[in-house]
């Protein structure tokens, strides 16, 4: 039987408030429309992304049903305070004593509330299990809005590299030999601690984990390595994932100086990672007129402040689509390789409703957002 492809993936990066979440959902949108089987993904911890959608979404796959998806499009919204406890459930569905012993490991705990990263390395393990299991062609990533978004798509080769190979059995050694040792001596006492060797890594770990952890740590670690290839082998692919031939970068911006700048200092990370955006999506950039002001602007009894009112709506959509041209030029010089495509200013207050009118304007640019990835040398 012949494999499914791997799916292409879509990473959409950009500065708070341009609009990056509900551009993600409309993309997804506007692939599973296209006939595209079609999962979005969230790594915001401020899950916007069921506010967009205008529909619940968990830490598992759900399939979500807006107008001309059909049955195309899911999505994936982890929550930070259970996405490691999801991940870790499937991790160990082998080993439900080691599952246990994890979650009581006072270590475990303190990793999986404080550790930076952690959210984003879960969330992108999850995606991956999620795309092994499910034929999905696209999967859409909305990152947080920041400008260390770009930053977690190295998290998964990196730890893949840690944990590969013996690293975690030997530290499982290495920390069994602490406890072992701080058992001897007496966990009360500092210098105990440092009786069970004199390498310079084993007093790190020492210092690290305190008298009162050790023996957590060795806990931590010998259960890991029970799980060890499964772990690095989820990793691995969620690397390949991010980083591998099928992927993309889609930068979302708005007609604002800060969103230029955003947009350009991503752009200049993702240069350093030997890729390039495939496309900039600018949001609220194409402000036509409102057929609902052209109408009154030609009715009859149109009041003196009505007036007032629709030529103050009609300067400020000039001014809108002044910066957005100015933006447009400044970016194209800026990054010549990607193309941009601008988007209106929807008029509507339900968040589904604006998800599924971008969805309509985004459907003659699925080509450029999916083609062949720009790389850079």
């Not at 009154?296 to 001014?319: F, I, N, W």
């Not at 304007?361 to 080509?367: G, K, N, P, R, V």
Request: glycine share 8%; net charge positive; with cysteine.
């Amino acid at each position: 039987m012949t494999p499914a492809p791997e799916p292409l993936v879509v990473v959409c990066a950009g500065g708070g408030g341009v609009g990056k979440t509900t551009t993600s959902a409309a993309l997804a949108l506007a692939l599973a429309r296209a006939g595209r089987s079609t999962l979005i993904v969230t790594i915001d911890p401020a899950r916007r992304l069921a506010g967009a959608m205008g529909v619940p979404i968990t830490d598992e796959v759900t399939r979500v049903s807006l107008d001309g998806a059909g049955d195309r499009l899911s999505a994936l919204m982890p929550d930070p305070r259970r996405s490691l406890g999801t991940f870790v459930d499937g991790l160990f569905e082998d080993e439900p004593a080691a599952r246990a012993r994890l979650l009581g490991n006072r270590l475990y705990r303190g990793l999986s509330d404080a550790a930076a990263g952690v959210h984003e390395l879960v969330a992108m393990n999850l995606v991956a299990r999620a795309s092994s299991r499910g034929a999905f062609e696209v999967v859409v990533i909305d990152t947080a809005p920041s400008r260390h978004a770009i930053d977690f798509v190295t998290y998964p080769s990196r730890l893949a590299a840690l944990l590969g190979g013996r690293t975690v059995a030997w530290l499982a050694g290495l920390a069994e030999r602490a406890a072992h040792a701080g058992t001897a001596e007496g966990a009360s006492a500092p210098r105990g601690l440092f009786a069970w060797g004199t390498g310079h890594v084993e007093r790190v770990v020492a210092r690290v984990t305190g008298p009162n952890l050790v023996p957590d740590t060795a806990s931590l670690f010998a259960e890991l390595a029970l799980v060890r290839e499964r772990f690095v082998a989820l990793t691995r692919r969620a690397s390949e994932l991010l980083l591998g031939p099928r992927s993309s970068y889609a930068l979302v911006a708005a007609p604002t100086a800060a969103a230029r700048d955003d947009v350009v200092y991503l752009a200049g990370r993702l240069h350093k990672l030997g890729r390039a955006p495939r496309v900039v999506v600018m949001n609220r950039s194409e402000s036509r007129p409102a057929p609902w002001a052209r109408a009154l602007r030609g009715g009859r009894g149109v009041t003196a402040p009505m007036a007032e009112a629709l030529e103050l709506l009609e300067e400020e959509r000039a001014s809108r689509s002044s910066a957005a041209d100015a933006l447009t030029a400044d970016l194209g010089a800026r990054l010549p390789d990607a193309p941009i495509v601008r988007l209106p200013f929807v008029e509507a207050i339900a968040p589904d409703r604006i998800v599924a009118a971008l969805a309509d304007e985004l459907a003659t640019h699925l080509d450029a957002l999916l083609a062949a990835p720009a790389r850079r040398g």
